[in-house]
């Protein structure tokens, strides 16, 4: 079970530390590079074929090692989109933790100081 948190302030800092655990992607953000690019990769050949007459699926070969080709790179570039974040949130954090004067504490509230009273209109 998850504890909850009973801290009444927030460093801005804590968004971008490097210790802070990070929620899983999820299937979708992991394999959307990948897909994308592989597939992308059998659609160039497929329509290289059908814009030279070719039947769409003649020369699988070429489709299967541009799939593959599309595949490395789609890991590739999600590897450097992951390294490229982790680069931007580095600097952010570091700037927050040398500049504490202009990232004062957020003062943590709940919905009931939040949200107005409601009364309905009959």
């Not at 968004?15 to 655990?21: C, G, I, M, Q, T």
């Not at 039947?55 to 790179?73: D, E, F, K, M, N």
């Amino acid at each position: 079970m998850m504890e909850a948190d009973t801290r009444t302030e927030i460093n801005p800092a804590d968004y971008f530390s490097p210790d802070a655990r990070m929620p899983d992607p999820g299937l979708y953000r992991k394999l959307w590079y990948p897909v994308v690019m592989g597939g992308l990769g059998v659609s160039v050949v497929a329509f290289t074929n059908i814009y030279t007459r070719r039947p769409t699926w003649s020369g699988l070969q070429r489709h299967i090692i541009a799939g593959s080709a599309g595949l490395v790179l789609g890991i590739l570039t999600d590897r450097w989109t992951k390294k490229q974040a982790a680069l931007r949130d580095n600097i952010y954090y570091n700037y927050i933790l040398s500049h504490p004067e202009d990232f004062p504490p957020i003062e943590r509230k709940k919905y009931k100081e939040v949200l107005h009273e409601w009364i309905p209109i009959r």
